[in-house]
């Protein structure tokens, strides 16, 4: 798939935050949640992650990967368990000190797929394990490892992807790899871009399709001479599909071969290998996610029509395989279809959508009806339908709740939850209260903000305020766990807590998306703002102790604020963009730009990069980044920091040599929030402070529509 487009759907009933002057002097706001421990950042680390779940074909048992600290080893083991889609008990399924992940059922529903590392596996492998009980079997000993296993439908064989030379054989890939391995030398060549990959280095390699027999069986290339490879940067799953009958294959490759304007294309190819041919030729911006329909008459897939615009919106698109033609189902829709998957009697398509800042699920008919939302509150991903029902699972979140496995009616939306994984930790902990609000932004445009409030809050203290400012600009904050910027942490410490998804965010419509594309900096800027102006009328903040701070393009915008007026006390940069000339190239490569090359529009540059606003920055400011960092070079980082030093500006940097655009190491995310927690006290002291001034009769803000 493209270098990540995130851009989805949804419409969520949003709540009024009020100010609750009628509350008694220092009762607590309802709400706040029942546990007495503090949702500390060890806390967070305790509970259990569930990634993507696989159903059994008969809709009773859901496959699901789930994920636990070891701090002893500073690393997460994960472990297959096997869920009832009614209620019932779980089953660990895999075991010990192994990563396993990506489940796959087999069509007969005897055996799961998935890829692990074990015994003396350099690298990733295919293994499949019995349903009903046995030990695990390796099925690829490829040396270029093994990934994204999918079952054909005689549940004979099984396809993956590998990260391949095309010149070499298995034998002759092992030794190259043996030989670069032992080599002193450490120098690397490129002919073109790209040249790297969010946090890692690209090398000579292409990624390509296999396939493998489960008994005895030698792995038989499908896009080795198709002349296509899959995408080089983060191919999965959702890059390549399997046609009911088992004798083509759709899959995701850039037809770009100029490593300058990236225009990502579905292929099909039969499985015996032989020429791929492009389905989706008239397109020049990225088509992507192939999913035959079962009766195996369509094939659906997400488009994009505006090239080098991540946000673009993604429209749900039908392929006939019989009369070649093309359509989409709900072409005038305001918002971006993701993670569709078919019901078994091909009729329908389910997917989530991002809308006013939670993720829904949606309904979307062949008959034409526009998208129906199933589902309302929380945040629903990973969908997962079988069964004659039909059963559909998938993981259900909130800023509350970290990922369950769920079970939704289609009819209704009502979701019954399956797995208990961290029931016993949530009840222990002490949750700040969640609400959704909406204040006047930039252009006077309605904004949504998330707030969480400390468990302990009480209108009657004034508190202070940290601002969390979101990356992309193009993505947005949804109801769900954000486990490296958790708010829930945060509040635990005394804070109000807020996210507001101001200009530029999805799931608001493609104009408010677009609205931050030329000029990153302005309407997001005036939006921090106007949010800050928002608590400051608010009793129950104290104006004199806000904060800010935010992670990659809020990192920017941190710096941005650096050289501009604002309110704030002190800032957090974590992987800035501190000068966009600096960063120009670094960002996409080669790719040319939507809106014109940094030479040819200097003047938008310069309006946009805080690096020449340096001469008024003052503020105190904690600097945050890693060495490995490909998407924003450390050199951002460590130049904000050393301008910061050079005006005398008090400043702290934190360095992590081993993390790249994410501290995702257990012990590195827990030194994170320990520093990030002592700047903010030593800066913004936490906890209620003063009596709360009483405020006259004001009407609520207005709720998010």
Not at 420 to 435: H, K, W
Not at 489 to 497: E, H, K, L, M, Q
């Amino acid at each position: 798939m493209p270098t990540r487009m995130k851009r989805l759907i949804a419409c969520a009933v949003c709540l009024v935050a009020a100010t609750a002057s009628s509350q008694a002097a220092d009762a607590p706001v309802p709400g706040a949640a029942r546990g007495t421990q503090p949702y500390s950042a060890a806390a967070m680390w305790g509970l259990q992650r569930l990634a993507t779940p696989t159903i059994s074909p008969d809709g009773r048992l859901a496959a699901v990967a789930v994920s636990s600290l070891d701090r002893e080893y500073n690393q997460e083991t994960t472990h297959l368990w096997l869920v009832p889609t009614r209620p019932g008990k779980a089953r660990q399924l895999t075991g010990g000190m192994t990563t396993d992940h990506a489940p796959a059922w087999s069509p007969d529903g005897r055996f799961i797929a998935f890829v692990s590392r074990r015994g003396d596996d350099k690298y990733p492998q295919i293994y499949i394990i019995p349903v009903d009980g046995g030990e695990a079997r390796r099925i690829t000993n490829v040396p270029t490892g093994a990934m994204a296993p999918k079952w054909f439908p005689d549940s004979e064989r099984i396809a993956f992807l590998s990260r391949v030379w095309t010149d070499l054989g298995w034998d002759a890939a092992a030794v190259r790899l043996a030989e670069r391995e032992a080599t002193r030398m450490s120098g690397k060549t490129w002919d073109r871009a790209p040249v790297s990959h969010w946090d890692r280095l690209l090398d000579d390699r292409s990624t390509h399709l296999f396939w493998i027999a489960i008994e005895d069986g030698e792995p038989q290339p499908i896009t080795l001479r198709s002349g296509r490879a899959l995408e080089a940067g983060q191919p999965g799953a959702d890059s390549y599909d399997i046609a009911p009958d088992g004798l083509e294959v759709a899959f995701v490759a850039d037809s770009d071969s100029t490593g300058r304007e990236p225009n990502f294309d579905i292929y099909s190819i039969p499985v015996e290998g032989g020429a791929a041919v492009n389905l989706t030729p008239d397109n020049t911006a990225d088509d992507t996610t192939p999913r035959f329909s079962p009766d195996g008459r369509l094939l659906a897939f997400g488009r994009q029509l505006t090239r080098d615009f991540y946000a673009d919106r993604v429209r749900l698109t039908l392929f006939d395989r019989r009369t070649r033609e093309v359509r989409s189902l709900a072409a005038d829709w305001d918002r971006s279809a993701e993670g569709f998957v078919w019901s078994p009697d091909s009729r329908t398509l389910f997917g989530t959508a991002e809308d006013q800042g939670s993720r829904r699920v949606f309904r979307f008919d062949l008959s034409g009806n526009p998208p129906a939302a199933v589902t309302a509150g929380s945040s629903y991903s990973d969908l997962a339908v079988a069964g004659n029902g039909p059963v559909i699972i998938a993981l259900r979140s909130s800023f509350s709740e970290p990922p369950t496995l769920v079970s939704v009616i289609p009819r209704t939306g009502a979701a019954t939850p399956l797995s208990d994984f961290n029931d016993a930790r949530l009840a222990a902990l002490a949750q700040g209260r969640v609400e959704s609000v909406q204040y006047p932004g930039a252009n006077g445009d309605p904004v949504q903000m998330w707030v969480v409030y400390p468990p302990d809050f009480t209108p009657a203290r004034q508190w202070p305020l940290l601002l969390l400012l979101h990356g992309g600009p193009h993505d947005s904050v949804t109801d769900t766990v954000q486990w490296r910027w958790n708010a829930q942490v945060f509040a635990s410490w005394g804070y109000v807590v807020a996210w507001p998804n101001f200009h530029g965010s999805s799931g608001f419509g493609q104009a408010f998306a677009e609205s931050a594309a030329r000029d990153w900096a302005e309407l997001p800027y005036q939006d921090t703002l106007r949010a800050a102006d928002w608590f400051v009328g608010q009793p129950w903040i104290d104006p004199r102790r806000l904060a800010a701070g935010g992670g990659s393009y809020g990192g920017y915008l941190a710096a941005v604020l650096l050289g501009r007026e604002h309110p704030f006390r002190t800032l957090i940069a974590h992987a800035p963009v501190y000068d966009l000339f600096g960063q120009y190239a670094n960002d996409k490569g080669a790719t040319v730009r939507r809106f014109g090359e940094q030479w040819e529009d200097r003047a938008r540059f310069e309006r946009n990069s805080p690096h020449l606003s340096a001469g008024r920055f003052a503020t105190p400011t904690l600097v945050i980044h890693g060495e490995l960092d490909r998407r924003v070079p450390v050199s951002q980082g460590l130049a904000l920091f050393n301008t910061l030093q050079n005006r005398g500006i008090r400043s702290r940097l934190l360095y992590f040599p081993d993390e790249n655009h994410w501290i995702q190491k257990p012990e590195n995310s827990l030194f994170w929030y320990a520093t990030v927690r002592t700047w903010l006290e030593e800066q913004v002291a936490p906890g209620p402070g003063a009596a709360s001034p009483q405020p006259a009769p004001a009407e609520a803000p207005p709720a998010a529509p």
